[in-house]
Structure formats: C-alpha cells, structure tokens
C-alpha cells in the first residue's frame, strides 16, 4: 500500500467533497463530521486538510485548524480516518512534516481513553503524551461508534520541533484492574507512577452490554481526570497493551506555559 499511496492536500471544492464524503464512510451514521464547506473555509485560512490516495481511490484523510494551547502555536487535528491499515500512521507524519514546515510547536488531538488500539497507536508509534482528560467532551454523540456512552476524551500533544525523552518506568503500581472484563479499583499508591488497565474491546461492549461499558467509562474518568487535572500525563501503554500508564509532571516530563 505504501508504494502505491499518495497524500495530497486538498485545494478545490472537488477535493473538500472527496474528504467530507470519504467521513461519512466511516461514521456512516450520526451527524456529518466535516461539511466539505468547512474544509474549504479552513483551509482558505491556513487550515491543513490532506487526502490519502491509492490507486486515485481515497483510503484516508485528515483534517485541522490552527489554534494556541498552553502559549504555543498548535495544528488542532480535528479527525483522521483511514480505510486501509497504515494509511492513518502515513497521514500522522504528513501532519508532522506539515507542522515542523510553519514552525508549529506541536500537533494536538483528542481520542477516546478507553479504546486500547488509539491508545498504543497514538503513545507507543507517535510518542505523544496526553495531558487533558475532558468528560463528555463533545457531549451526546449518535453515531453506531458512541451512541451509548459519554464521549470523555483525552486531549493529546504532540511536539514536533523537540522530541519527548522519557525513561521507562518499571512499576507495578496498579490503581484499575480489568478483572473478567468487569473494572475493579485496587489499593495503589497515588503519589507515584500507576497503570490503568482497560476493557479488552469497548466498542463491541458498547454494542453487547452498555451499562458495563458505562461502568469503565466511570472507573476510569474517577482515577485518570484528577491526576491530569493535577498536570500528571500518560504517554505509555504496557508490554501486552492493555493498560496505560499515569505518571506525574515532575518525573520525566513537565506541561509548561513558557
């Protein structure tokens, strides 16, 4: 697929279509998540958009606007999908080359915690580091992927001039254990390090049984929004990938406004 892909940014209402109906193939249900009227208007004012092409068929794209956090000038990346594996990773680092070109300081997003794959995705392949938890940030979401549940998020930063060097932590300290499936809090020691461990599949259990889904959603925003309210952050998941770890800003990496 590498081979054969190409990314191109979108310049015409022709492309700005190409990508508002490309969304509405994954989300196929629920609101439009970007009206190609948007795209267009975004990008009139320096926004980034790129399509993702094989074979002049489009298998992925992503969408951003440019915006400020924490005092640094930021590329906000709104949504990215892909339709063929590797082709969300291969946008990423168009975004990344994109955003080092105008001298950005890094690339945020949102994603969704509870989910172990964007979790290993966007910490593990990208190195980024969340550093918000946001409760039902986009409040009530209809599509087939959410319906159900609070859309709690995670807002994530990405720095593209100077790389984040963290030294990995051992510890064992475990404050949410998935216990059979079901999420069980343990005794752990909240002024260190500790893992969080999630659900195996949260979107097949959104569809299979809610209200445990609604009870990780609840386990999981009681522990993680206070310690990342209090500038802890997470940017690793464990070896087997089923558990994200929380770590302080004062242990290898600090959020700061300067």
């Not at 082709?87 to 080359?97: D, I, N, R, S, T």
Request: aromatic content about 12%; hydrophobic content about 45%.
């Amino acid at each position: 697929m590498s081979e054969n892909l190409q990314i191109v940014e979108v310049e015409t209402a022709s492309d700005a279509e190409l990508m508002a109906n490309f969304f509405k193939t994954i989300w196929t249900d629920g609101d439009e998540v970007v009206p190609f009227d948007m795209v267009l208007a975004v990008v009139h004012v320096g926004g980034y958009a790129a399509l993702a092409k094989s074979k002049n068929r489009v298998v992925g794209a992503s969408f951003g606007f440019l915006g400020e956090y924490a005092s640094h000038r930021v590329l906000h990346s709104h949504v990215t999908a892909a339709s063929v594996p590797g082709v969300g990773f291969q946008l990423k680092q168009h975004q990344f080359a994109w955003a080092q070109e105008r001298d950005l300081a890094g690339i945020t997003w949102t994603f969704d915690p509870l989910v172990r794959r964007n979790c290993v995705f966007n910490f593990q392949k990208l190195g980024a580091i969340a550093v918000e938890y946001l409760p039902n940030f986009y409040g009530t979401m209809t599509d087939s992927i959410n319906a159900g549940d609070d859309s709690d998020r995670l807002f994530t930063y990405w720095p593209v001039q100077e790389p984040i060097h963290l030294e990995a932590n051992k510890t064992t300290n475990l404050a949410l254990k998935n216990l059979s499936g079901s999420p069980v809090s343990v005794e752990y020691n909240a002024q260190v390090a500790f893992w969080i461990e999630l659900p195996e599949d949260i979107e097949a259990l959104r569809k299979t049984d809610i209200e445990l889904a609604r009870q990780w959603r609840q386990s999981v925003r009681e522990i993680l929004q206070p310690a990342l309210d209090d500038g802890w952050f997470v940017a690793a998941v464990n070896n087997d990938r089923t558990a994200i770890l929380v770590e302080p800003g004062t242990s290898d990496y600090e959020f700061s406004e300067d």
